[in-house]
């Protein structure tokens, strides 16, 4: 195998690719590394850890077909580091070295058995068939899969639900004591409805993949236990957490005791400074009192000392006392966009939130219990 390949396309390719190939710490296995693969006129890099497959293409001039099997930490600290906008990558077929040279400098990294390598399978047809785009798709995930639970017990919890109906594509997440919901419109409609529980952590690698800069065309295919998602030159394959998810819709509440429509910033700020108290507590309990033209918000550590402020708001219905973990409080503030957002509940009840004037966000907190 001989390559040419420009130093930002190299390093394009291996970041892509990085977090799957060096998700074993390291060990020098075949769920771990990536695979270099020149054939057919195309420059492919791929990393594969069962739980997630992803092959980017690579622009460079093929000089000698061939591949090679690399698990090398240090090969993308070295490449960014490169002396050379040019980079010559070389490998014999019988030899276990590939030289990578660049400037002056020559690295002669190690290399293992290609055919150990478990290539990422390409998933053409499956049940059902999407098409939205990359800022669309990262808006969804980015919204909701904070609200995921880490508790291993439950791990239908740990993932984000897709459920995708007719012209609408929808995400939710929730830990069963907060929950995130987040709507989009599809151009196209879908022809076979789409339901699946896609692990956060995986969510979280395929947004740092997506483009945001300019919208691009993302494709969705689910087949068996697996989505397939591919858009410009990448490839990845994610698997899926099997079970039922709850229905969601069940748990939104829609009856309420008041409403209060508050600035988003000035609410953000009294959050944070009763949070400075309360965080050292346990659950991170907030005290909001609503009524009389402003929310009433307190805090307190037995072992420090006592918080309180105000924050001028409109409210219409009664007025009510009730506790929430601030933290998840300030994590629905921060996805919430709008100059002022609404909040409705009712007494010992999950609370709404939503940006002023806007459906395709709902997020849900429950209340806690205090002496």
Known sequence: MKLILKKEDLN?????????????????????????????????????????????????????K?????????????????????????????????????????????????????????????????????????????????ACATDVARPIFMGTYLDVQGDTISM??????????????????????LQAVIPSRLLTEISRQLPTDIPEPVEITAVRSYLAIKFGNVYIRTRLIEGEFPNYRRVIPTDFQCSITVGRSEFTGAVERASIVAKDAQYNVINFVFGDGEIHLMSQNPDYGTIEDYVACQMTGEPLEISFNGKFILDILKHCHDDEVVLNTRQNSPMLVQDKGNEASVFVVTPMRTK
């Open 12 to 64: 394009k390719g291996l970041q892509t690719v990085q977090k799957v190939a060096q998700n074993k710490n390291n060990n020098l296995t075949s769920e771990n590394g990536l695979l270099i693969k020149a054939m057919n006129d195309v420059i492919e890099f791929q990393a594969n850890d069962y739980d997630m497959g992803i092959k980017t293409i690579v622009p460079g001039i093929i000089e000698e």
């Open 66 to 146: 061939g591949e090679a099997f690399v698990a090398n930490p240090y090969l993308m600290e070295l490449t960014r580091k490169l002396p050379s906008d040019e980079i010559e990558i070389t490998k014999k077929d019988a030899d276990t070295q590939m030289i990578i040279k660049g400037g002056k400098l020559k690295f002669e990294c190690l290399t293992m058995n290609p055919n150990d390598f478990n290539e990422v399978e390409i998933l053409e047809n499956g049940y059902s068939h999407f098409t939205t785009t990359s800022v669309v798709l990262k808006d969804l995930i980015d919204n909701t899969s904070y």
């Open 172 to 193: 939710v997440a929730t830990d069963t004591h907060r929950l995130a919901l987040k709507t989009a419109p599809l151009d196209t409609p879908i022809e076979n409805p």
